[in-house]
């Protein structure tokens, strides 16, 4: 069905990734922000700060 719909649209299947099977490979990583109480804390390290000395009622 996907290899008749590429040729369809003149596209090949396998080099535009289609029916090509997933290369696999590790994110780099990147700090997210984490909210508290619906205020975001840009630093995850203050975050778990405020989150284990129990300034909010997040959950770990």
Request: charged content about 25%; hydrophobic content about 35%.
């Amino acid at each position: 069905m996907i290899v008749e719909a590429c040729r369809k649209a003149d596209i090949d299947p396998e080099k535009s990734g289609w029916i090509a099977p997933r290369t696999h490979q590790v994110s780099p990583f990147k700090p997210t922000p984490e909210l508290v109480h619906g205020v975001t804390v840009s630093n995850p390290f203050l975050a778990s700060v405020l989150r284990k000395n129990k300034y909010f009622s997040g959950k770990i």
